[in-house]
T-cell receptor, first 111, second 109 residues
Framework: DTAVSQTPKYLVTQMGNDKSIKCEQN?????MYWYKQDSKKFLKIMFS???????INETVPNRFSPKSPDKAHLNLHINSLELGDSAVYFC??????????FGQGTRLTVV | GIQVEQSPPDLILQEGANSTLRCNFS?????LQWFHQNPWGQLINLFY???GTKQNGRLSATTVATERYSLLYISSSQTTDSGVYFC???????????FGKGTKLTVNP
């Protein structure tokens, strides 16, 4: 019974396309996050939502739009994909400032 | 913003050896976590340790919040311990979990 699940696990797409990554958590947490892991393995926060409200937006291009339909779901939509968007994207959840749990990651490759 | 520094950046061990990984942070934190990213890319929670010492099998961790560091000990290392170990903190009052750059551990048979 996966605590934080994201789909798809792999995504290969062409430049200019629009794609979405979905995330769901069954831990009852109030806060959800999107992180990007670059080719050097550095993990950087992109967005954070608390109870469906955006609380952190880390100067991410506005081609990236998160959507939280309820506090158990946080989806990431990316418009007009660029080569530089290739990375692994992780969804995570926690209660406020306590232990965070991560999904298995989505490896996005833009060709 | 807060700086989270991990050392060493790379570590190569023979199976059975012990090791200590360090995480220093530049400001007060609400919590601290250690993660293991395995070769398949999964981020696995090892310890949630804002302060004190915890042990889980061959792994243990100690956080001294007043001195702004945490240590992860791996004893009798196994090849399955290979991967990248991350330290991450919530800076005081922040909703943002900030990661260090990780320690890449390779355990050879």
């Amino acid at each position: 019974d996966t605590a934080v699940s994201q789909t798809p696990k792999y995504l290969v797409t062409q430049m200019g396309n629009d794609k979405s990554i979905k995330c769901e958590q069954n831990l009852g947490h109030d806060t959800m996050y999107w992180y990007k892991q670059d080719s050097k393995k550095f993990l950087k926060i992109m967005f954070s939502y608390n109870n469906k409200e955006l609380i952190i937006n880390e100067t991410v291009p506005n081609r990236f739009s998160p959507k939280s339909p309820d506090k158990a779901h946080l989806n990431l939509h990316i418009n007009s994909l660029e080569l530089g968007d290739s990375a692994v994207y992780f969804c995570a959840s926690s209660q406020v400032r306590t232990e965070a749990f991560f999904g298995q990651g989505t490896r996005l490759t833009v060709v | 913003g807060i700086q989270v520094e991990q050392s060493p950046p790379d570590l190569i061990l023979q199976e059975g050896a012990n090791s200590t990984l360090r995480c220093n942070f530049s400001d007060s934190v609400n919590n601290l976590q250690w993660f293991h990213q395995n070769p398949w890319g999964q981020l696995i929670n090892l310890f949630y340790i804002p302060s004190g010492t915890k042990q889980n099998g061959r792994l243990s961790a100690t956080t001294v919040a007043t001195e702004r560091y945490s240590l992860l000990y791996i004893s009798s290392s196994q090849t399955t311990d290979s991967g990248v170990y991350f330290c991450a903190v919530f800076p005081g009052g922040s909703e943002k979990l900030v990661f260090g750059k990780g320690t890449k551990l390779t355990v050879n048979p």
